[in-house]
């Protein structure tokens, strides 16, 4: 069982930028993809990004192309979202999950554990 832990949200100025982290219980952290998904008021959950375990592939929604960045420290089995050029339409809860999977999955039945999420507010 992986327990993800996120953390780094919180309330920022249109343009700003905020680092969103993801800590995994699972020491096999290295053998997950990881994706980030957020959801809006009202809205499905959706893909924001992934890193793969195999190679470091990440993907990205188009949403966040050229602003948002991913990346994982597996030594301490952590994952990063760094955001940048924030805008009031990023404004959701973000979750972290996590999937066995070395393809790229940009679906929430594609991945079998998440976390809590933490909460992005963007104001205009």
């Known amino acids: 069982q992986v327990q993800l832990a996120e953390s780094g949200g919180g309330l920022v100025q249109s343009g700003g930028s905020l680092r969103l982290s993801c800590a995994a219980s699972?020491?096999?952290?290295?053998?997950?993809?990881m994706g980030w998904f957020r959801q809006a008021p009202g809205k499905e959950r959706e893909f924001v990004a992934a890193?793969?375990?195999?190679?470091?592939?990440?993907d990205y929604a188009d949403s966040g192309k050229g602003r948002f960045t991913i990346s994982r420290d597996n030594a301490e089995k952590t994952v990063f979202l760094q955001m940048n050029s924030l805008k009031p339409e990023d404004t959701a809860v973000y979750y972290c999950a996590a999937t066995r999977s070395i393809l790229k999955r940009t679906r929430t039945n594609e991945y079998d554990y998440w976390g809590q999420g933490t909460q992005v507010t963007v104001s205009s």
């Open positions: 890193i793969r375990w195999i190679g470091g592939s990440t």
């Open positions: 699972e020491r096999t952290f290295t053998s997950y993809t």
